[in-house]
């Protein structure tokens, strides 16, 4: 079994005795490049890491990433929130920073483990530069992918598949596609009640927009991998699938293909019938 964390529960304040002061200003500790960014051992503490990046991908439910020079990192976001004690004390804690995707920020926070990915829980945030243009990088999916590339925005052609339903780990808010590149199945995810401002039919070529998150497949020595997309718009529709590969041309090949076998083989019955009378 792994350990991820403990809990210890005391009567009062005064049962915390100060070793040494915290940092009162987070943003002036040094900042890490993403590149050098890594989550503690388990028998580490973590100590606040300063990092810097630009907002890749925002969701409403809190998933943040941002990314500097080919490198990214996913961060939760400190939630604004109070705590009263049983003494009856008040402790007013972090207010919510406003900030959108292409806002560069600064962010410091815990280094942590989750799921074999590094991410920076409990980050206190500040925007220091309005929204920027943030370009996709080109994804090969043919190639090995390491955990290491991960958390960056990247743009792959692929072929629709299918829509899939929900899971527990994705959320009743979240829509799943699943794709193919490169004889490469990967999934692409979105969420939001907004439409896609394209209808999707099985085989639809598509060019798909997302921060990528590699994960371990144990059935490919590649490596799996999903895309989380920011809007409707990162799944753009690059034309209507060859139309011998849909399914309504694959029913009508089927239908054709069976009539004719029928008409064969009553041609062949036919002729045996006129041969054995001939032969009368």
Known sequence: EEFVGARLFVPAFDSFTVLQEGVTEPFSLPIQPLAEFQAP???????????????SLRWPSGKVFIQEKGHGLEIEVIQARKFNDPEGSYHPGASSVAFEVGDRIDAVGYPANRKSKPVLEEADVRVIAPAVGIRADPLQP????????????????????????????SGPSVRRYLCEADNR????????AQ???????????????????????????????????????D??????????????MMRILVVVGLTASVGVGWIALLRRQVSQRTAQ
């Open 185 to 192: 199945r990967f999934e692409a995810r979105l969420t939001g």
């Open 195 to 233: 439409p896609l401002k394209t209808t999707l039919l099985p085989g639809s070529r598509l060019k798909v927009t997302g921060v990528i998150e590699v994960r371990p497949n144990p059935t490919s020595p590649m490596g799996g991998f999903l895309l989380w997309m920011r809007s409707p718009a």
């Open 41 to 55: 051992h388990a028998a580490q503490s973590a100590k606040r890491t300063h990092v810097q990046g630009v907002v």
């Open 235 to 248: 799944l753009e529709n690059l034309g209507a699938p060859p139309i011998w590969k849909t399914r309504e």
């Open 142 to 169: 043919s190639l090995a992918l390491d955990a290491r590339e991960g958390a960056r925005l990247v743009e792959v052609q692929a072929s629709f598949i299918e829509q899939i339903p929900p899971d527990d780990e």
